[in-house]
């Protein structure tokens, strides 16, 4: 358990717990590894999702995008057919203007929490999204539609409501750490730690748990379902692995975040990427990422397939 956790401590003892801190993650790893070039690739959630099933990297299925005002309008229209569905902003981060509906009837939308939305606000809601109020810089976007995932019954007591995610941060095409994050009650559902969610450490050989934290406490219980996290191990590991290193190849960039949701039915789905993940995965792990990182760069083979990376990773 790092020491920062207790209160202050200085820089010099976060270094030598190996602590990647923002100035050392932008200047000496993203402004290094990933060309600004290929941001839009992870930023537009439409495109990289386009890219990902050009490749055969599973993601929840697309029902529809609105790109236009004029065409919220039709929304009824395009949900015909889909009694849930998740809209979203194709540029958003940190899970803002994310909406789940999960059941559409009559024209009403009910979120899982219970709560009945009208046509009028989810209409004004899409309206947002297209004004650009989720986007990054504030610029205008679109909305996508997809389909609900159904998270797998491993993660029933772990998660309160919301859809558990694997966070992966992988480092020239290694899987480097991991953790999930489960949703509370608090974050309204939503796999995010900033609102309140519970980030779980994972270990990068077998998809167990570490340790988890709450608003950078250590915890054991989850705070409403009372399950026990140190319990919880993630199935299909190697998949959720594979999914992180394919988009190495996917994107180009040489460190970048990959979210993976595990669907009942589908298996690990591709979430979302991410040019410039935050470094909260640190803390729930425990273990500082710039060792980790040096370790990747200095020791570890190039000129791997995806496959192999992952094997690699698993069996070293």
């Keep these: 358990m790092f020491d920062f956790l207790k209160g202050y401590v200085s820089p010099r003892r976060l270094r030598e717990n190996g602590v990647l801190g923002m100035n050392a993650r932008n200047y000496g790893v993203i402004s290094r590894f990933n060309k600004r070039s290929l941001y839009p690739l992870v930023d537009d959630k439409v495109q990289t999702k386009k890219l990902a099933n050009s490749i055969d990297i599973n993601t929840p299925r697309m029902i529809g995008v ?3 005002q004029y065409e919220v309008k039709d929304l009824l229209q395009r949900v015909a057919g889909h009694s849930e569905f998740v809209i979203k902003p194709a540029h958003g981060s940190g899970g ?59 993660f029933k007591n772990f998660s309160y409501q919301g859809i558990p995610d694997v966070r992966l941060i992988v480092y020239k095409g290694f899987p480097a750490l991991a953790m999930t994050r489960l949703a509370t009650k608090e974050s309204s559902g939503r796999a995010n730690l900033h609102q309140g969610a519970v980030g779980v450490g994972l270990d990068i050989k077998t998809g167990k748990a570490v340790q988890a934290v709450s608003h950078n406490v250590p915890i054991e219980i989850h705070p409403d379902t009372g399950a026990d996290l140190s319990r919880l191990q993630v199935p299909l590991w190697r998949e959720h692995l594979l999914i992180g290193a394919q988009a190495y190849e996917l994107t180009g960039l040489g460190y970048l975040g990959a979210d993976i949701v595990l669907d009942r039915e589908r298996g690990p789905m591709m979430l979302e990427l991410n040019a410039r993940p935050g470094l909260a995965i640190q803390i729930a792990n425990g273990k500082g990422l710039r060792q980790v990182l040096e370790k990747i760069e200095n020791t570890y083979p190039e000129n791997l397939t995806p496959s192999e990376r992952v094997d690699f990773v698993l069996n070293n």
Excluded at 96 to 124: C, D, M
Excluded at 136 to 146: F, P, S
């Design 96 to 154: 803002k203007g994310v909406l789940v509906i999960a059941h559409y009837e009559n024209e009403n939308f009910t979120t899982p929490s219970g709560r009945v939305l009208s046509f009028k606000e989810v209409y004004q809601h899409v309206s947002n999204i297209l004004s650009g109020l989720y986007s990054l810089g504030g610029q205008y976007d679109v909305a996508l539609i997809e389909e609900l995932v159904h998270f797998s019954d491993v």
């Design 66 to 68: 609105i790109e236009h």
